[in-house]
């Protein structure tokens, strides 16, 4: 068996400003540079934080060429991400074993980019580009995050504008089988408190996994996207920053058979299916420094859609079937940490209003006459499709808080606590192209 391997090189880095060093040497020692994280909603250097922690910085991120949270999942023990479609659609989410497995439910696992709940599984492992940092945290952290965070918390974060700084950064790369990709952003200051900045991203490959039918490969990628943030200082203890952001993610994304011959002999597929997502949002986030700490206002809105259509997975063109959903949502945080000789605290408030549309089919192309598929199986005519249409509804609203004591030197003592409301309502149909008959599913 020939194993087929997707890779990815890095053809060039150009950047228009100078580069800091993320390590010193003096007098033949070697001094690293303190990795500072927010974990705990503030800034700390991540020795100090008492949490189950992988960080990924920039250099990690770029030298590791991660576009996608699955690529810092796959280098974390205890944790990971996979697809229950093949795509990026309805990804789950696993750390320490704690998931959720059933799809569309709430995750177990909450994953914030910016600040930024991202409440539907479309969405967590969206290509994002000019990533800072990633800071995965495992075990529960309901006490630090607003939303989903029993098995525990993932915080994303991009790069913010830069005050007085103005510069462009360029990265291309190859790989096997068409794959090309790059990323292009620009840092613009306006004025001493005021800078813009702008990064685009894309990647294209015409997929590694043949179809033994003709056609386009499975496993390709059409993806692109962008993000823009602008950074307003009106004074010195107060920044405000509004962000917007969009991708796409397209493909061939399936290949089920046989894993002992799927690598070398491609698959067997009359109907390939195609895959698409699309996310996108704004938020606005407020900071003021006070004396005792800070105030942390973020408001946001998100939407994603996605959508597949094909087959069976088989030579023969027997059965198709798709799905649609359309989500949106609107978070509202605030929060307030601070810090004296012997306390460090958070608390903050939380709400989450959500909907979703979820439409799914399933049906054969080919007229079945009865007991074709399994006894007492109705005769059904070519083309038959039935279907669900979902809508889902969700209000969360939570207050949440921690504080950590220095008793001594070397001993703090931590604790927390959480009170949350959830409602979710679900309005659902089931139909066929034929009216109120359907024996796939219970038709209401």
Do not use: C
């Not at 910016?114 to 479309?122: A, C, L, Q, R, S």
């Not at 033994?212 to 004074?235: C, E, H, S, V, Y």
């Amino acid at each position: 068996m020939t194993l087929r391997m997707h890779v990815a090189v890095l053809l060039a880095s150009a950047a228009l400003t100078p580069a800091v060093s993320a390590q010193e040497a003096s007098e033949g020692v070697t001094m690293l540079e303190a990795i500072t994280v927010t974990a705990q909603r503030r800034e700390q250097e991540a020795k100090d934080v008492p949490v189950s922690l992988r960080v990924f910085s920039r250099k990690d991120i770029e030298g590791r060429i991660v576009k996608r949270l699955d690529d810092a999942f796959a280098a974390t023990p205890n944790a990971s991400l996979t697809s229950q479609r093949g795509g990026n659609d309805a990804s789950s989410l696993s750390i320490r074993g704690v998931t959720t497995t059933a799809f569309g439910a709430d995750p177990s696992v909450g994953v914030y980019i910016d600040d930024v709940y991202v409440g539907n599984d479309n969405g967590f492992n969206m290509r994002t580009g000019d990533l800072e940092q990633i800071e995965i945290l495992r075990g529960p952290q309901g006490t630090l995050y607003g939303r989903n965070a029993v098995g525990g918390a993932v915080n994303m974060r991009t790069a913010s504008p830069v005050l007085g700084v103005n510069s462009a950064t360029i990265q291309t790369g190859v790989g096997t089988d068409g794959l090309v990709f790059g990323s292009a952003t620009a840092n613009v200051a306006f004025a001493d408190d005021a800078a813009a900045r702008v990064t685009l991203h894309g990647d294209r490959s015409d997929g590694w996994l043949r179809n033994a039918q003709g056609g386009p490969d499975f496993m390709n990628l059409d993806n692109f996207g962008g993000r823009a943030k602008l950074l307003l200082a009106p004074a010195d203890d107060w920044d405000i920053e509004f962000s917007a952001d969009y991708a796409k993610d397209k493909g061939r994304k399936y290949g089920y058979g046989p894993f002992d011959t799927v690598w070398e002999d491609g698959v067997d597929h009359a109907i390939p299916n195609l895959d698409q997502t699309k996310n996108y949002g704004a938020s606005l986030k407020s900071t003021w420094r006070l004396d005792f700490g800070d105030v942390v206002s973020v408001t946001a809105w998100r939407g994603a859609k996605a959508a597949g259509d094909g087959g069976n997975f088989t030579p023969l063109a027997l059965q198709n079937g798709g799905y649609e959903r359309d989500y949106g949502q609107f978070t509202q945080e605030v929060r307030a940490n601070g810090e004296t000789d012997r306390f460090n605290w958070t608390a903050g408030a939380f709400l989450l209003s959500s909907k979703e549309k979820r439409f799914g089919y399933a049906g054969f192309y080919p007229a079945l006459p009865s007991d074709f598929l399994f006894p007492g199986q109705p005769a059904l005519p070519a083309n038959y499709r039935e279907g669900t249409q979902s809508d889902v509804d969700s209000l969360t609203m939570s207050l949440f808080g921690d504080i950590t004591w220095r008793l001594t030197d070397r001993l703090d003592l931590i604790g927390g606590a959480r009170l949350s409301y959830d409602r979710k309502s679900i309005d659902y149909d089931h139909g066929s192209n034929l009216g109120a008959f359907a024996f796939l599913a219970p038709g209401i």
